[in-house]
């Protein structure tokens, strides 16, 4: 009796089916994981928005201090408590700081536990990372215009005192949280761990890393508009973010994702808490 069997040429058509389904079928589950770190990003940034929130009915309508002066606990020499510490009764989870899909390496070379305002955190650093910056004073052609470097009108706090909600123009309409954590010139995480104050302000130049930002080109680079120096001074790389978009908590608690374009218009008016009347094109 003859046994039945594949043919040579079956078998390799059966393969060719399963390497085409392949192809096909896993970058759309490496989507589908990627679309499931941005939800749960997302989520984090609207705890940590209604946790602004809470903070501000405490303190009589007053949002968080970028650095409050308070001496450091556990050991922490940095007398400076950052906004992840002054909301953390409300949200009480310190997993919240850290997007799923901020997978960069943290280096915290020359620092000891004096620059941790809360030293348990030094030694549990590789386990709690902060992926959200907190806004504070930006550069902006508006601000520069009227000759300020960090432009007054914008972010939610300055270095010691935070922002009134009665001061919001819109508060629907106005950026509280960033996520934010570009490659710097070592390919390592700006942001830095919770515990510690530096890396907690989205500030200054901070723009840079949000993502779905192009680095400009050095014929293009308007020193006090782009931030020259935070591009050519160390090659630093905009967030991978989620399909090119961040997450961004508001000013009344809600958050949603954006794309580099929709957060740069009108000269970072959603950064701005009075809403410029004039028109500002970057």
Same mark, same amino acid.
């Given at each position: 009796?003859?046994?039945?069997?594949?043919? $040579?040429?079956?078998?390799?058509?059966? !393969?060719?089916?399963?390497?085409?389904?392949?192809?096909? $079928?896993?970058?759309?589950?490496?989507?589908? +994981?990627?679309?499931?770190?941005?939800?749960?990003?997302?989520?984090?940034?609207?705890?940590?928005?209604?946790?602004?929130? /809470?903070?501000?009915?405490?303190? =009589?309508?007053?949002?968080?201090?970028?650095?409050?002066?308070?001496? %450091?606990?556990?050991?922490?020499?940095?007398?400076?408590?950052?906004?992840?510490?002054?909301?953390?009764?409300?949200?009480?989870?310190?997993?919240?700081?850290?997007? @799923?899909?901020?997978?960069? @390496?943290?280096?915290?070379?020359?620092?000891t536990i004096g620059? *941790?305002?809360?030293?348990?955190? *030094?030694?549990? +650093?590789? $386990?709690?990372?902060?992926?959200?910056?907190?806004?504070?004073?930006?550069?902006?052609?508006?601000?520069?215009? &009227?000759?300020?470097? =960090?432009?007054?009108?914008?972010? /939610?706090?300055?270095?010691?005192?935070?922002?009134?909600?009665?001061?919001? =123009?819109?508060? &629907?309409?106005?950026?509280?949280?960033?996520?934010?954590?570009?490659k710097n010139g070592?390919?390592?995480?700006?942001?830095?761990?919770?515990?510690?104050? #530096?890396?907690?302000?989205?500030?200054?130049?901070?723009?840079?890393? !949000?993502?779905?930002?192009?680095?400009?080109?050095?014929?293009?680079? =308007?020193?006090?508009?782009?931030?020259?120096?935070?591009?050519?001074?160390? %090659?630093?790389?905009?967030?991978? %973010?989620?399909?090119?978009?961040?997450?961004?908590?508001?000013?009344?608690?809600?958050?949603?994702?954006?794309?580099?374009?929709?957060?740069?218009?009108?000269? #970072?008016?959603?950064?701005?808490?009075?809403?410029?009347?004039?028109?500002?094109?970057?």
């Amino acid at each position: 009796m003859r046994k039945s069997a594949f043919t $040579l040429i079956e078998l390799l058509v059966v !393969i060719a089916i399963i390497a085409i389904l392949a192809a096909i $079928l896993f970058p759309v589950f490496a989507q589908a +994981r990627e679309k499931a770190r941005q939800t749960a990003c997302l989520s984090n940034v609207k705890q940590l928005g209604l946790g602004l929130m /809470m903070y501000a009915q405490d303190y =009589d309508e007053v949002m968080p201090t970028a650095f409050a002066t308070v001496p %450091g606990i556990n050991g922490g020499g940095a007398n400076a408590i950052p906004y992840d510490a002054q909301i953390a009764p409300y949200i009480k989870n310190d997993q919240l700081s850290g997007c @799923p899909s901020d997978a960069l @390496p943290r280096n915290i070379g020359t620092r000891t536990i004096g620059d *941790f305002w809360d030293g348990k955190y *030094f030694t549990n +650093r590789p $386990l709690v990372k902060r992926s959200y910056g907190y806004v504070g004073q930006i550069v902006t052609k508006e601000g520069t215009a &009227a000759g300020a470097w =960090d432009d007054p009108n914008t972010g /939610m706090s300055a270095w010691g005192n935070g922002k009134s909600l009665a001061a919001f =123009d819109s508060p &629907a309409d106005t950026i509280s949280l960033c996520e934010g954590w570009g490659k710097n010139g070592a390919g390592e995480a700006e942001s830095f761990y919770i515990g510690s104050p #530096w890396g907690s302000l989205f500030t200054g130049c901070d723009t840079w890393k !949000i993502a779905g930002r192009n680095k400009p080109s050095a014929a293009a680079i =308007d020193n006090a508009v782009e931030c020259a120096g935070d591009f050519t001074d160390a %090659g630093k790389i905009p967030a991978v %973010g989620h399909a090119k978009q961040s997450n961004f908590t508001f000013a009344d608690g809600h958050a949603k994702s954006m794309n580099y374009a929709a957060v740069r218009q009108n000269d #970072w008016r959603m950064f701005k808490l009075v809403k410029p009347s004039a028109t500002f094109t970057p």
